[in-house]
Each structure stands twice: as C-alpha cells, then as structure tokens.
C-alpha cells in the first residue's frame, strides 16, 4: 500500500496551492480519506476529509471557506484545492486513508495509511 502526496511548495501569502494524493495497493472506495498537517514542536492535526462517495467534506476551523477536498476513486486519487493561504498554512501535509466510522474522522490514530507528506511554505 502506497500514498504519494504531491503538489507543495513555497507560496506567498493570498497564494493557492493544490495537493494531490495518489493511492496504490488499496480500492480507494473504500476508505474515507484525511489531509493532516504538521509544524515544528506541533501536534499533527486534522485538515480535511472526505467520505468514500467524495460527499459530506469536513473541514477544520481554520482552514473552512478556504480549503476544499475532493477525491476520484476512479483514479485512486484525493485532492486538497488551497486558497488564500496565510503564514500559519505552514506545514507538511499529509494525506491519510481510515475504514473507521465517519466520526473519528478527526483523530490520526485511526488512519491506517499514510503519504510521505508534501512541504507547504506560506511566506513573502
């Protein structure tokens, strides 16, 4: 089983960046699918989901109006579309796969699979 996260970078505040997720060795319908992030000395913490039809996203406080993730099981793949993204943006990003109910959505302990994670840096 393989998640290949792609698409970070350095990006100037107000900037927008899209992550994509590609998933080998599992039926992608099957999982709902998580972005996390993680800063220096900071707890892993939850981004985004999306349940395993691509509707119901969840997102974070911080990032609701801003972020939006989608995902095509048909291509095995899971996006994170990032717009008006600020300083505090940064962080690496990782995507995540879980079979557990909907509501434990938030909680990394219960992804099974992870990426490698992509670097986002948010700064002029």
């Known amino acids: 089983v393989q998640l290949q996260a792609s698409g970070g970078g350095l990006v100037q505040p107000g900037g927008s960046l899209r992550l994509s997720c590609t998933a080998s060795?599992?039926?992608?319908?099957?999982?709902?699918m998580g972005w996390f992030r993680q800063s220096p000395g900071k707890e892993r913490e939850f981004v985004a989901a999306?349940?395993?039809?691509?509707?119901?996203?969840d997102y974070a406080d911080s990032v609701k109006g801003r972020f939006t993730v989608s995902r095509v099981n048909a291509e095995s793949a899971v996006y994170l579309k990032m717009n008006s993204l600020k300083p505090e943006d940064t962080a690496l990003y990782y995507c995540?796969?879980?079979?557990?109910?909907?509501?434990?959505?938030?909680?990394?302990?219960?992804?099974?699979?992870w990426g490698q994670g992509t670097q986002v840096t948010v700064s002029s």
């Open positions: 995540a796969a879980t079979t557990v109910v909907w509501g434990l959505r938030g909680d990394p302990s219960r992804y099974s699979y």
């Open positions: 060795g599992i039926t992608l319908n099957r999982y709902i």
């Open positions: 999306v349940n395993k039809g691509g509707g119901l996203p």
